[in-house]
């Protein structure tokens, strides 16, 4: 079995490593990994791995070396659990590495949660995982790119919603091109979303790519910062550039209201 080991001190090396597949125990599933997305979002899982705990999901008993979480879809090829029947296709959590062994219980909706001990308190959201059917490669690519930020768009747009938009009347969304981005802003574009003025912040390139397909009201380049209506606003910052930051709130003052 294959798996690709990252030095979790310098992310930029990484070791291509056969191991002895482990041994199915009672209670336990065998998953090959079908395929998989590879994004900006999994090297950010390698590079804060200490800080928010993705090098725990799958220890790898070599000091120092850890398996990078990615988001994709594996088979069953073997179970000796009751929760799961070979062929099954599951969605979910896995490391870069061909298979993974769980201990795959099911819940009340139908998902199959690990519960292996070492998982038992990590965020549960990365335990689950969904069973699914065979699709078109394109869709197959699309659930792995997408699926696993959509959620993070949709808890934003909720939440803003929660909160009565904190008083504001605008919703300026910084990165509006990257996923979680465009994910908020359509949301936000919803007809049975509340109505909010939405500003789409990205770079130059991606500008009509935004305007194209996120929904937003106006989109602005970061260097036309200062060109946003001054009224009450809320900004949701994805890119964390400390620059466009200052900009914005040097544009909106005490408009800003969160």
């Known amino acids: 079995m294959k798996r690709l080991l990252t030095d979790q001190k310098d992310i930029t090396r990484t070791t291509l ?19 998989f997305a590879l994004t900006a979002n999994n090297v950010t899982y390698a590079a804060v791995g200490f800080q928010t705990g993705y090098w725990k999901f799958f220890p790898t008993g070599v000091d120092g070396q850890g398996l990078v979480p990615v988001w994709g879809v594996a088979e069953v090829v073997e179970s000796r659990a009751d929760a799961l029947n070979p062929g099954t296709r599951l969605y979910g959590f896995y490391p870069l590495a061909e298979e993974l062994v769980i201990t795959p219980h099911a819940d009340a909706q139908g998902m199959i949660v690990d ?20 699709a078109p490669q394109r869709q197959e690519d699309l659930r792995a790119l997408l699926q696993p930020l959509l959620a993070t768009s949709y808890l934003l747009c909720d939440w803003l919603i929660d909160n009565d938009f904190f008083g504001a009347e605008q919703v300026i969304v910084g990165s509006a091109s990257s996923k979680t981005g465009l994910g908020l802003c359509k949301f936000l574009a919803e007809p049975d979303t509340p109505r909010r003025h939405v500003v789409g912040l990205t770079s130059a390139g991606n500008v009509p790519f935004v305007e194209r397909t ?7 380049p970061y260097d036309r910062a200062e060109e946003i209506e001054r009224r009450p606003s809320v900004f949701i910052d994805m890119a964390g550039n400390g620059r466009v930051k200052q900009a914005v709130h040097a544009r909106l003052g005490d408009a800003l209201k969160h």
């Open 115 to 134: 519960a292996a001990p070492h998982r038992a308190e990590l965020p549960a959201v990365y335990n689950r995982y969904s069973p699914v059917q065979p």
């Open 214 to 220: 996120s929904g937003c009201d106006q989109v602005l």
């Open 17 to 35: 490593e056969n191991v002895q597949p482990a041994r199915l125990e009672e209670g336990q599933a065998r998953l090959r990994l079908e395929s």
